[in-house]
Structure formats: structure tokens, C-alpha cells
């Protein structure tokens, strides 16, 4: 049989793979993001509460009043800007699918979309699917003067074309762990000012921000906000990777769009454990202590990492940090993080797996990338073994 592949570059995701080899070596996985610890007991309580009830059946296509009510609320009071919960907010499968079905139901053939590298594996591909015209502007590579990832928004602006239908955005940013300061959102606002085009903001790690920083959502500023999809991930926020649960806001005419592709690609989501995150967002606390909880981890993490031969970058967000190896090996990427798996029991990613072309020196800096959302318990087997490198 002939098949002609629609995604002819895609392979099995670098998380995947490096998953497998975790398992396959008996490695502590630190690569994977997702949490080795359980949600809060009250909303486990309260999903099961919801099956009690009879709540197992199909949803409302755009979900739950109730819960879409609640993200209205939490939204207009962190981030002042008021979405219509019957008109711009739609719960879907994860943030995930709240990506995809906004590429594929506002991208048309020939549209060009400026993705940041390096870049979350979904994007690209996704934009792909729709037809529309991948357009990759690089972040400038951590230097001694900089020692952390930083937007090059000049060239972002120089990227911009009359077929420019949409710039994704990814912040707290994965991999890196940057955040957006004030003044890029002005530089944000003058871009959409000038040009029209749409932004795709990926804030799946909104309420994990540090050092006192805020999150500066799209949604803060109007002008933004009324030109914007902005995607969210409970799995994210109340460690529950594995129910596969988001959601997106977005102004009513595009939000009508992105419902039409939502409905027949999952039609609704799992109604039960809806019902609970409704319930489960009434008190505010559950998410605002996140931030606090996260820099702890980061700190441990980080401080007892410094000791070794890696140089951990300052992580501003996200539950990931950034390892430079570079005066432990000379070797790529991906090299060195198979390495670490094989020959010393711990998994990361490689920061290379976030570029188009992984093996282009270009791609490499010498950089893995590790998840901290751990018991202190696993970070510290995990610390135990990355210092004997």
C-alpha cells in the first residue's frame, strides 16, 4: 500500500523516547515533564464525588458551565481582562488539543506562522496539518554576558510578511524557562499594532513563576487579548498531566472557529473530573500557593546541582531547568543525554531536540534540560548520581 505521509519529518516525540530508555536502563526520569507525586486529595475526592453523582456522560461541546463560569472568574481577577464564558471560553483535551484544533481552524494554506526556537514539538507540525508555512525565528543561545536564553524581537519583526497570519508564543517558556517582562509585552502590542496579525499564546505554565515575578499573561493587555487565543493546562497546575484537561479563551469570532475543529475532533471532555476542577477552583489558594511550591523545588534542585560538574541556568519559570555540561564533554546534545541514561542511570532532554535540525552545531550548546516537578526524594537519587559525573 502507498501511503503518502502528511507529516513526512515527525517521528516518535523526543519525550517518548527518551521516556522508553528511562524505563529500558532502570534511569530516574527526569526528562518527561510531568510530576511523580499525586494531586491534592480533595480533588481526587471530589472527581469521585462527581461519578457518585451521576456526572458520566457526555458534556456541554465547550464544557461545563460551571467550570467555564470559574476560568471566567480567575482570569478577570488575575489578569483583569473579562472573557464571555457561553461565547470565548472552551474547555478541551488539554492544552494540547486546545493547540491544535486554533492552528488548524484559523491557519489556511499559505499562511505563514513565526514559531520561537528553540520550539515545543507540537507546533510545527501542527501548522503542517493546516498548510500554512512554518517561519522559525531562533532565540539568541545563552553567553557569557547573558547567561540565559533571550528573544531577539527585532528579528521577529523583521520575520513579519504580507502572508504573516499568526505568531505562536510559549511563556513561562519550555524549554527554557524564561518569562515575558513589561516591556516586551509593549513591544508585543506595537508588533500587533502594526501588523494585524493573530498571536497563539501557550501559557501552560502560568502559575509557575518565580522570584517575586508575575505572570504576564496576553490577557493583560486589551489590545492583546482582543487579537489572541490564549491556552491554558489544569494538568499543569494541579499535577494532573494524565486527565489530559485545558482550555483556551479567545475572543467570540474566533473562538466560534476553533469550536467548529473542536467538536469533531474530541466533540467534549471528561465530564466528571470537570465538574471537580469547577468545584476544585473556588478556592483560589489551590493555585496562587503554586508559584512558592515550585521555587522551593527549584532552589533545592538548583543549588545542590551547582555542586556538580553541570552549571544549572537560572530557570525564571516552568518546572524545568537548563544543565550546561560543557566541562564535562564535548560531545552533541543528544549524545550526551543518551550517555546519561546508559552510563549513569539519570534521563534528560536534550536542548538540541527543540531545534528543526538537532545534529547542526547551531542547535548545540552543550545544554540538557531537567524536570524538577519530583519528590525531594527522586531529585535526590537523581543528585546523587549526577555528581558522580
Known amino acids: 500500500m502507498n501511503i503518502q505521509s502528511k507529516l513526512p519529518n515527525v517521528g516518535t516525540t523526543i519525550f517518548t523516547v527518551m521516556s522508553q530508555m528511562a524505563i529500558d536502563n532502570n534511569a530516574i526520569n527526569l526528562g518527561q515533564g510531568f510530576p511523580d507525586f499525586n494531586p491534592h486529595p480533595e480533588l481526587v475526592h471530589l472527581v469521585s464525588q462527581a461519578m457518585e453523582q451521576g456526572h458520566n456522560q457526555y458534556a456541554a461541546m465547550s464544557g461545563v458551565p460551571a467550570l467555564r463560569h470559574q476560568i471566567s472568574k480567575k482570569i478577570k481577577t488575575l489578569y483583569g481582562h473579562y472573557y464571555d464564558p457561553d461565547t470565548e471560553i472552551t474547555v478541551t483535551s488539554g492544552a494540547t488539543e486546545a493547540l491544535m484544533a486554533t492552528i488548524l481552524a484559523l491557519v489556511n494554506a499559505g499562511d505563514e ?203 525564571q519559570g516552568t518546572f524545568f531547568l537548563l544543565a550546561d555540561y560543557s566541562s564535562i564533554s564535548n560531545e552533541t546534545e543528544m549524545q550526551f543525554a543518551q550517555k546519561m541514561t546508559k552510563e549513569h542511570g539519570v534521563t534528560a532532554i536534550p536542548m538540541a531536540a527543540f531545534y528543526q535540525n538537532p545534529e547542526a552545531p547551531k542547535s548545540n550548546h552543550g545544554l540538557v534540560r531537567l524536570c524538577f516537578a519530583k519528590q525531594n526524594a527522586t531529585l535526590d537519587a537523581a543528585l546523587e548520581r549526577l555528581k558522580q559525573i
Open 113 to 315: 506562522v513565526i514559531v520561537i526556537e528553540p520550539v515545543y514539538d507540537l507546533y510545527i507540525p501542527a501548522i503542517a496539518l493546516a498548510g500554512g508555512i512554518p517561519v522559525v525565528v531562533p532565540m539568541i543561545p545563552p553567553n557569557e554576558e547573558q547567561p540565559k536564553y533571550s528573544m531577539d524581537w527585532q528579528r521577529v519583526r523583521d520575520s513579519i510578511t504580507a502572508k504573516t497570519r499568526m505568531i505562536i508564543l510559549n511563556f513561562p517558556h519550555n524549554p527554557t524557562g524564561n518569562i515575558l517582562a513589561e516591556h516586551e509585552l509593549d513591544i508585543l502590542e506595537s508588533i500587533v499594532h502594526d501588523t494585524g496579525i493573530l498571536i497563539l499564546s501557550d501559557e501552560a505554565y502560568e502559575h509557575i513563576v518565580f522570584d517575586g515575578e508575575p505572570h504576564r499573561s496576553i490577557s493583560t493587555r486589551r489590545a492583546l487579548a482582543n487579537n489572541a487565543i490564549v491556552v491554558f493546562s489544569f494538568g499543569k497546575t494541579f499535577h494532573t498531566t494524565g486527565w489530559k484537561i485545558g482550555y483556551c479563551t479567545a475572543p467570540a469570532k474566533l473562538t466560534t472557529e476553533i469550536r467548529k475543529v473542536h467538536q469533531f475532533s474530541v466533540f467534549s471532555v471528561n465530564t466528571p473530573m470537570q465538574y471537580a476542577l469547577g468545584q476544585f477552583l473556588e478556592n483560589p489558594q489551590h493555585y496562587m500557593n503554586l508559584s512558592g511550591f515550585y521555587q522551593a523545588k527549584r532552589d533545592y534542585f538548583s543549588s545542590a546541582l551547582a555542586t556538580s560538574r553541570f552549571k544549572p541556568l537560572v530557570s
